[in-house]
């Protein structure tokens, strides 16, 4: 038995290497678009978060502006009642009586303190004698037929009223003048 022998050495065969398919021109003008796309959303969606971002630090400044601002709020609305007190004090006391004069002059002298400190902490009153009616600042409590005042303008003030910065704390309790 005689072996065939084939001596032809295995010759490698050369790899097929799979290329794609090149695409088609339209494919990759297809392609770019949506890139084109993509880039123009996700710059959009970059410029609505910055802008967004902006718009909160701003609003967190303004809220603690605010706070700042109006911190004393409660504090000062709780002091309202001693001004109102000294007021009443000052009225109450006869500044001609010898026997009283002396603490009429210090009841004024505690007052007017008293005045200015609420108005360094910007608490201003609302004193509007005279004034047109102002819902926003004012409460009528009674309207009162005049002759000598215009219709709608306070004629009488029993108890001022503040504002803290602008914002009010308490509106002023008044008469109004009706046409009489």
Do not use: C, W
């Not at 601002?69 to 000294?86: P, R, S, T, W």
């Amino acid at each position: 038995m005689s072996e065939s022998r084939n001596d032809t050495p295995e010759q490698p065969v050369p790899d097929q290497t799979i290329q794609p398919e090149a695409p088609d021109a339209g494919e990759t003008v297809d392609a770019a678009a949506r890139i084109a796309e993509l880039e123009a959303q996700l710059r959009d969606q970059l410029l609505r978060s910055q802008a967004e971002i902006q718009n909160i630090q701003r609003r967190a400044e303004r809220d603690v502006a605010n706070a700042h601002k109006y911190a004393l709020e409660k504090f000062a609305g709780g002091l309202l009642d001693v001004a109102d007190n000294l007021e009443r004090a000052l009225g109450a006391t006869n500044a001609e009586e010898p026997a009283v004069k002396a603490l009429h002059e210090g009841v004024a002298l505690t007052h007017k303190l008293f005045v200015d400190t609420l108005r360094r902490f910007a608490v201003e009153p609302v004193d509007p004698i005279g004034a047109p009616f102002d819902p926003e600042l004012h409460q009528a409590i009674s309207m009162q037929p005049s002759t000598t005042a215009e219709p709608n303008t306070v004629t009488a003030v029993f108890q001022k009223g503040y504002t803290l910065s602008g914002r009010l704390l308490r509106p002023a309790m008044v008469v109004v003048a009706t046409a009489g």
